[in-house]
């Protein structure tokens, strides 16, 4: 069975710190995708990354970097120089390709300025 | 380019009563996947929609059900509500074939059964 767990439930966090989100999953599938979401108080779930399970290079976006480790399934997320912007629950999710998003239960950060 | 939507944004039902969701699709997205989240939860999968039928469905009973429109917008149909039905629907689009099958989410309806 697929499974996704965010073992943070909270992180609480001081502007301008480095944060990391950790993620860890379990799939028995040789293809597929993972993804993190951000979900600020309005509730819209927001894409932010999705990487495929062939490709483990770190990818780096502004102030976002994510690191995929397929030899201890996990995928963790790093904000570097928080901002109270960053305020959000995140999660990470697990797919087969075209399939149902596998969600973990969330990581609620809070950046206090 | 509009993004995914969802009406109405808040609903609020008595326990028995029946409720539809409704969701549009991001523009050229032909795929519809409906999610609940209960409060600090995260998503659960219900059900996705292709080409006008059910493609996978999560572990929900047969009080939810769905349909897809020819123009790919859908509906989700909650009977005899429970007070445990008490959640945020969020609906997802994407491109079923395409190589990025990345699911966009709409704004979500939260739904009160009282």
């Known amino acids: 069975a697929q499974k996704v767990t965010q073992a943070q439930t909270e992180i609480s966090v001081v502007e301008k710190e480095d944060v990391t989100l950790d993620c860890v999953y379990e799939t028995r599938d040789t293809t597929y995708y993972l993804f993190w979401y951000k979900q600020p108080p309005s509730g819209e779930l927001v894409f932010l990354i999705r990487r495929n399970s062939f490709d483990e290079q770190n990818e780096i976006s502004g102030r976002y970097s994510w690191n995929f480790q397929k030899s201890t399934s996990s995928f963790n997320f790093t904000i570097t120089a928080s901002q109270v912007v960053d305020s959000a629950v995140y999660f990470c999710a697990l797919s087969e390709p075209g399939g149902k998003l596998i969600f973990g239960q969330g990581t609620e950060l809070s950046v206090k300025p | 380019d509009a993004g995914v939507t969802q009406s109405p944004t808040h609903l609020i039902k008595t326990r028995g009563q029946q409720v539809t969701l409704r969701c549009s699709p991001k523009?050229?997205?032909?795929?519809v996947s409906w999610y609940q989240q209960a409060l600090g939860q995260g998503p659960q999968f219900i059900f996705q929609y292709y080409e006008e039928e059910e493609r996978q469905r999560g572990n929900f009973p047969d009080r939810f059900s769905g349909h897809q429109f020819p123009n790919y917008s859908s509906e989700l149909n909650v009977n005899a509500l429970l007070l445990g039905d008490s959640a945020l629907y969020l609906c997802a689009s994407s491109l079923l074939l395409a190589d990025t099958d990345t699911q966009y989410f709409g704004p979500g309806t939260r739904l009160t059964v009282l």
């Open positions: 523009s050229g997205h032909d795929t």
